[in-house]
């Protein structure tokens, strides 16, 4: 079992945290045997992460994407405004564009050596968001995300992993076992699996109140997968108990949703109510030991909000102790 942090290549972003060899040196005085990393879209000029770092890639992803790839010009008009600005949002104009950026994020996956790749099965629109009436169910993101899985990894070596991770909107929840046996008997891959995204599995539950009702749900849905559970080879571990805010301020849009003008300004809106809901606040309670012990994946990914780059350590710190004390909890007991 493998222990990351997520990190971010960004133009600007070793200003802030040193040098590459400092970074490695941070993670292993932490316990971390490196990094899961996304690569920003705009280029990056700055040092790489040396051989070894980058456990894990993370894809580039679109959350509002199944209308482009359908090409379905009426919604992305609807969605965007304008076909431009629906141009600008994918990076390109078809659907052979996104795969082509799918192509050349992957090559940086396998330039830095990760060892397994992230891939998102998911589709919302910004008012989505907010509504949760989706005008596509999970059955179609999944099929869609299947065509483009199989476009993306085709030719890929067989001994990176190819995980596809769930998230609480429409397409793979990890809530429903046939949708997640759907998804896993479509890709071609042979190395393939699941990142299972604690945090994203709790927001498919509002009236989770406390970090061991949580673990105990994650338990629940593992459960009703008995042996698809095996699949779930990595772990995006982190935490947010935010139902009473979804039921108070969900299934509405924002009254700055209703009052932005363009198109990046209802992102803007969008993107501060998820961040409400979806905090990846670190695990305290020692539940969770038990929980990722059951699961024995792979890869544990650390994934955390917190900056700057030391308190993002300390927050992976404390996640890893209370992981610790439950695993040692454990012990004790069957002692």
């Known amino acids: ?66 209308d482009f790839w359908r090409q379905d010009k009426s919604a992305l008009l609807k969605e965007f405004g304008s076909q431009s600005q629906a141009r600008e949002y994918f990076r390109g104009a078809t659907p052979d564009d996104m795969v082509a950026r799918y192509r050349e994020d992957l090559s940086h996956a396998l330039e830095l050596g990760a060892e397994y790749l992230v891939f998102h099965v998911s589709d919302v629109s910004l008012e989505e968001c907010f509504t949760y009436d989706f005008a596509h169910t999970s059955e179609q993101v999944i099929d869609a995300a299947i065509e483009l899985a199989n476009r993306i990894t085709e030719g890929l070596d067989p001994n990176v992993a190819f995980l596809c991770e769930n998230i609480w909107w429409p397409g793979l929840t990890f809530t429903d076992p046939a949708l997640t046996q759907r998804l896993m008997d479509g890709i071609a891959h042979p190395n393939k699996g699941i990142m299972l995204d604690i945090g994203h599995l709790l927001h498919t539950n509002n009236k989770l109140r406390t970090q061991r009702e949580a673990a105990a749900y994650v338990g629940q849905m593992l459960d009703g997968h008995g042996r698809l559970a095996d699949y779930v080879r990595g772990l995006h571990l982190h935490q947010s108990l935010t139902g009473p805010y979804v039921e108070k301020n969900a299934y509405r849009p924002s009254d700055a949703f209703k009052q932005a003008s363009t198109y990046w300004e209802k992102f803007s809106a969008c993107y501060d109510h998820v961040l409400r809901i979806d905090e990846h606040q670190p695990w305290t309670d020692p539940s969770i030991g038990p929980l990722v012990r059951r699961i024995n994946p792979e890869w544990v990914n650390n994934e955390l909000s917190a900056w700057p780059w030391d308190q993002h350590l300390d927050a992976a710190s404390v996640q890893m102790d209370a992981l610790e004390a439950g695993l040692s909890e454990r012990l004790r007991h069957q002692r």
Not at 6 to 31: H, P
């Open 1 to 66: 079992m493998k222990f990351v942090t997520n990190f971010a290549l960004y133009d600007g972003c070793l200003d802030q945290v040193g040098t590459m060899a400092d970074v490695a040196a941070d993670c292993r005085q932490r316990g971390l045997d490196g990094l899961e990393i996304i690569w920003d879209h705009r280029p990056y000029t700055q040092e790489l992460p040396p051989a070894g770092l980058a456990v894990g890639y993370h894809l580039t992803f679109w959350s509002y994407w199944l």
